[in-house]
T-cell receptor, first 113, second 111 residues
Framework: GAGVSQSPSNKVTEKGKDVELRCDPISGHTALYWYRQSLGQGLEFLIYFQGNSAPDKSGLPSDRFSAERTGGSVSTLTIQRTQQEDSAVYLC???????????FGPGTRLTVL | KQEVTQIPAALSVPEGENLVLNCSFTDSAIYNLQWFRQDPGKGLTSLLLIQSSQREQTSGRLNASLDKSSGRSTLYIAASQPGDSATYLCAVLGSNYKLTFGKGTLLTVNP
């Protein structure tokens, strides 16, 4: 596609439910990143994929967070047993090669009630 | 741990003014530095990327400089327009290939 796409654009869920956020990177981009943007916290790195493998998961805030990437393309970020502090905008970015320019999707705004 | 600071946090200028946004980082071992723009409720739009070996990059009315040894970058916007109103974010890519972001400068250009 022309750019990075994310779905859903907005997600409202109840505390304790699981959610899945999807990212479709730019075709041909081998690297994919997930970030979280919280009010007052700025943007924080969550996880990075090179192809289908995730060499760096150090940013995931707890074991309730997991992510996978299949076919070197689509990635899914899963949050289990959501908590109110998980409310944030989750941004995905893709990159043609390491150290190149990162292109961001529009984000998914997650609200946990 | 890399820390990125952006000054000022907010800036309001009249249309037509030239302005400078500042970014500083604590660890000079960076791979590149990227400036982004974020409009309310939207994702990030990449404006300029400066590799660690470069001193500046230009795109239209935007010019970004990088002084890696002192840990500083500036984004210069010439002849500002109301459409330039947005949050501007600076991010550095460290040797661990993680982007570390500043908290941004909220720019308002008044007609």
């Amino acid at each position: 596609g022309a750019g990075v796409s994310q779905s859903p654009s907005n997600k409202v869920t109840e505390k304790g439910k699981d959610v899945e956020l999807r990212c479709d990177p730019i075709s041909g981009h081998t690297a994919l990143y997930w970030y979280r943007q919280s009010l007052g916290q700025g943007l924080e790195f969550l996880i990075y994929f090179q192809g289908n493998s995730a060499p760096d998961k150090s940013g995931l805030p707890s074991d309730r967070f997991s992510a996978e990437r299949t076919g070197g393309s689509v990635s899914t970020l899963t949050i289990q047993r959501t908590q109110q502090e998980d409310s944030a905008v989750y941004l995905c970015a893709s990159e043609q090669g390491r150290g190149r320019e990162q292109f961001f999707g529009p984000g998914t705004r997650l609200t946990v009630l | 741990k890399q820390e990125v600071t952006q000054i000022p946090a907010a800036l309001s200028v009249p249309e037509g003014e030239n302005l400078v946004l500042n970014c500083s980082f604590t660890d000079s071992a960076i791979y590149n530095l990227q400036w982004f723009r974020q409009d309310p409720g939207k994702g990030l739009t990449s404006l300029l990327l400066i590799q660690s070996s470069q001193r500046e990059q230009t795109s239209g009315r935007l010019n970004a400089s990088l002084d890696k040894s002192s840990g500083r970058s500036t984004l210069y916007i010439a002849a500002s327009q109301p459409g330039d109103s947005a949050t501007y974010l600076c991010a550095v890519l460290g040797s661990n290939y993680k982007l570390t972001f500043g908290k941004g400068t909220l720019l308002t250009v008044n007609p």
